[in-house]
Structure formats: C-alpha cells, structure tokens
C-alpha cells in the first residue's frame, strides 16, 4: 500500500501557516504581555519612577529565566532523546536531575540577590532616584525567584512529556492571576511597587504549584525518590542540551545592563535626566517584543513547512511559503512603524502619565529607536528560514547579529557621539545593519533554488536476493572519513545480496521528519559548537535532537524488518542489544585518507589531514553528545579492521565470509 504523502508537501500554504502559526503566536504573546502587566499597574498606581525600577530589576529576573530555560529546555530534549532511544531509566533520572538542579540553582540565586540586591541593581543602571523603588520591588522578587525557576524548567519538561495544553494552562492562569491582583494590592491596598512585587510572586506560586502537581502526573515517566540522586554526567548532558537558551536570555541581559547604564550616564547630561530614559526605553522594548513575539510566532510555524518541501525538493513550495511569512511579517511590522511613528503618546499613555518631558522622549524613543522597526520582519524569518534548511552557520550570524555583534557596539559608539540621541539612534542602526546581512544571504540562497523535482522513482532500488538468507543480520559499519568504510559497506551489501543505507536513509528521513535533506546531510553525523548556539527562537527540542530521535526510531524499525548494511549514524549503538547484529569499524592510517580524500572527495593534498581531523571529531562529538560513548572506542564494536591491509575489495570479502560462517547465510556468488 502506497504511503500517503506528508501534508507539508500538498496542502494549501496558507492552511499550512494557520495551522503551525497560531499556536506560536498565542504562547509568545502571553509570555510577552505577562512582563507588561506589572508595569502598566506601577505606571498608573505609581508613577515613571516605579517603571524605572522595575526595568532596573528586570535583568535579574531574566537572568533567573535564563537558567531555568536551560534547564527545562534541556531536560525536555534529554527526556525525548531518552524515549526516543527506549531507555526510560535514564529519561526519569534526567528529568529529576533537571529538577534537583534547578531548586539548587533558584536557591542560590535568591541569596545572592537577597544579600548583593544594592550592588547587582548598581550593575543594571540604578540612578539614586529609583534606588528605593528598585530595592523594595527587587527584595520581593528575589523570593519568588525559587517559584519562577523550578515553574519555568517544569513547564517546559511537561510540555515534552505531550501535555502543552497543560504547560498553557498552568502559563495562562499565573498570567491572568497577575493582572487581578496587581490592581488589589496597587490601588486597594496601596502598596505600591512592593503589591505588584508581591502580586507577581504570588502568580508564579500558582504556576509553581500547578507545574508541581504534573510530577505524579507524567506520561511517559514515572518518577521516585530513588531517581532524585544528583549525577554529575546526566546534569552536564542537560545543561548542553538547554545552552542555546541560556545564552540567548544572557544576551539580553547584557543588552539591558548596557543600555540602562548608557542611559543613565548620557541622560545626566540632557534635558531629561536619568530616570525618564531608563523608564521609557524599558516600556519601549517591551512594547516592540509584542511585534517581535507575532513575527516570530509566523516564521517558527512555517518552519517545518520550509524544511519538509525543501527536502523534498519542491522549491515553488518553499519560495511561496517564504514569500507568504515575509508579507505577513512585513505587513505587520509596517503596521506598528506606523503606530510608533503617529501614536507613540497614546501607546506610552497606557503605562500611565507623565510630565512634559517623560511625553517627549517617549515620543522621540519610539520614533528613532524603533525608526527601522520594519526591518524586523524580513530579519527575524531569515533566521527562522536558514535554520529550517539546514544553514546553522548562517541562522547563527543573523539570530545573533542584532543584539551581540550590532546594538552594544552602536549603543557605546554613538553614545560617545551624539549621547543620550546616540543611544537611541543605536536601535535603528542595529535593525538596519541586522537587516542588509539578513536579505543579503536570503537573496543568494534564493536565487541558487532551482525548479527541479524529485521523483521518487530515481530513488535506489533495494536489490532483490536471489537466495534466501537463512537468518536475519544487519551490519552496522562506523569509519573514519577517507577510509575507504562508504565504499566497503556498498561492497559488502553487493556481496550478500542485502540493502545498502547510506545516502538513501537522507531521503527516508526527510519524508518522516518534515526537515530538509540539507539540514540532515549537515547534522545527522556531525555536531560542531555552533549547534548548541543556533536554537534560541523557541522552546523543546531542536532540529538536531529530533534528526536524531527519527534516525533511531528508523534504524530500529529496518533493523527489525530486513537484513541489511546500515553505514554511520550510531546505528552499532542503537542496535547494540539487537540480536544478530555484526558492529565494524573501519579505520586507516592518515596518509591513505589524505590519498582517498584527494581522489575521491577532491580535497586539496594540503588541506585534507587538517579536513578529515575536523571530521572525525565532528562524527566523534556527535556520538559522544548522543549516546555519551567514544566513538573511536573498540569496546563498542565487533570487529575493527584496518582497510590498509587488504584493500576495500578484500576488506569487503573478509567481512562478508566472516558474516556467513557467523551466521549461517546461503549465498552463491
């Protein structure tokens, strides 16, 4: 019966983008408005100043998020990579290690803050004006940061677990809680800044709480006590697993610490002052991460559009989803330019009101800091788009470029220039540079798409047996790049009559994940620093945990339908409590390679020792981050084999008369 095909290859696109979108859209946008609604409360029950202090205190908040986005990320992706791999012990021991880590962390955290809340609010910009706002809000969110942390790593996890809608709940009801109360303790109780503080922490009690009560709930796991001893190795593997969210929280972290204490030097010097700038650029970047929370939301939901139809090869499909989230995105982008620029005092005026020039810098914020605001709408989905098809190297420069490599070197730039002016104009500046290195690499990449289809037909034929193998046997086959170990497995499969996967499985796996072949081809064998850098758009797993996640479940599902030869890609670890499985390495000495690479690969006689080095420890980092064993270790295989000795062709016939005594087989040549 023929397989029916993916719907990413047939459906309508804008059935697609509503579909996928949505969701993203919606989960964004309450994370976004929960960091608002305390200040639109302070800002009318307060006054700009107690907005200030909460932007002062904001990057502790964030950076308590930024762990446990590390560790609920990490854990969420250790937990499926775990099942994926059948092995549920070690996906409960994750889980509770991710757990135990996160309470210790939030612990420290929280004392830290209570003991150097001063000298770390000084660290983030904090004039004398704020500091007594700063420090009775901070005091208050420094206990609640236990709440937050363990909430925000479980949330997470449940949502791996298959429970989103829970996740959402348990997000929604603190969100919700948040805004019902901030009134009650800001206008009833009259406790100013210190009520919101105290209605936020009692928010995230609430989704602590609900997240804690899902721990006697899981799915997939069953959780006790005896799984809730810390391991050293389990917690460093979920930690790597979440660092691309870490660092992009910290990286904002770094860009708040800048701009607040930027703000604060050059603002002495102006008209303004200190505190107003600090205020108003805060509520101005919280406002714009609204634009930024419906942008992204669009692009993260055509993502497995993208990669699914240019795996598959059909680039009208993945040039009309591309031009379909670029309208959209720019079309709402261009909508709040012109909000920004025509109503900046009626958006500012939600946050409560102001003297005369808390009103014209808000109004002179929004409309030279968010001047090129436009430009986020083909930046953002540029990143989305690279990742989709496999560009790690390229989504990193983009998703990175902004805030790291644009904005602080403009802030400290033209605030040295042109002062508290300059830092605005900073904003503008980084979209704009942002911007012409994100449409230079789209327009490129886009005009290298070609129209050609891909026939399913062309794909390799699994060659028929003549005689019957009397007993089912898969030989895994790992090799050193340039050994010779691709061709010898080719040998091997001829030899027995048997299905070679080697480049074929690019294609199985394409049509099962929805990613492009290009992604796969890059990531499937190899896992360079970067990948841990280039995920930071959204929650649970990446592109590389799921590649690898199928991969398993498909060499497994081979394994137990066929005799075959699979080549790379963990499969000895994978099938190494399968029966009937024959685990080979092939290695050689480094002038071979340097010979076979030269001819065969058209590597450069120069450079190919450097090339094949960078490689093997690629293949040796992925099998090391996966399966936590060394890859080169003859423990992990059957037979390890020198293809120097022989030749390939003899390499192959050992190999194949060592099968059929092993194993019984009846083969005629």
Sequence with gaps: MEE?????????????????????????LVNSLYNIVDQIFIGWGVGYLGNGATNIVFPLTVISLAFALMLGDGGAAYLSLKLGEGKKKDAEKGVANSILLSIFIAIVICIISLTFLPQLLNLFGCTDALREYALNYGYIIAIGLPFVMIGTTLNS????????KYAMTSMVSGAVLNIILDPIFIFVFKTGVQGAAIATIISQIVTFIINIIYIKKFKSITLNKDNFKPEFSISRKISMLGISSFITQMSFVLVIAFENNLLAKYGATSEFGSEIPITVLGIVMKISQILNSIILGIAVGAQPILGYNYGAKKFDRVKQTLKLVLCLSVSISTFAFILFQTIPDKLIAIFGSGDEKYMEFACL????????????????????????????????????????????????????????????????????????????????????????????KQEIKQIEARNEIQQHIVITLAREYGSGGRYIGKLIAEKLRIKLYDKNFITKVAEKTGLSEEFIKE??????????????????????????????????????????????????????????????????????????ANKYYGLDIKNAEKEIKKIDKLRANHCKHYVGKEWKDIANYDLCINSDLYGAEKTADFICNMVKEKYLLNINN
């Design 365 to 456: 914020a929004f409309r030279t800091y968010l001047m090129l605001c436009i430009c986020n709408g083909i930046q953002m989905p540029s990143g989305i788009f690279f990742q989709a098809i496999g560009k790690s190297v390229k989504s990193a420069c983009i998703s990175l470029s902004r805030q790291i490599l644009f904005l602080i070197p403009s802030m400290v730039i033209l605030g040295n220039l042109f002062g508290i002016k300059g830092v605005l104009y900073s904003g503008a500046v980084a979209d704009g540079l942002a911007f012409i290195v994100s449409t230079i690499l789209l327009i490129l990449e886009v005009k290298g798409l070609t129209k050609q289809r891909y026939d399913k």
């Design 4 to 28: 029916k095909e993916n719907i990413l290859g047939t459906e309508k696109i804008g059935k697609l983008i509503r579909k996928f979108s949505i969701p993203c859209i919606i989960s964004l």
């Design 157 to 164: 996890i449940i949502r791996a677990d298959g429970s989103p």
């Design 523 to 596: 990531n499937e064998q190899s896992r360079n620093n970067l990948a841990n850098l280039n995920n930071g758009y959204y929650f649970g797993l990446s592109n590389a945990d799921e590649l690898f996640i199928n991969e398993t479940k498909l060499i497994k599902e081979i394994a137990n339908k066929e005799s075959c030869v699979i080549v790379g890609r963990c499969a000895n670890f994978t099938l190494k409590d399968n029966k009937n499985v024959l685990r080979v390495f092939i290695y050689s000495d480094m002038d071979s390679k340097v010979k076979r």
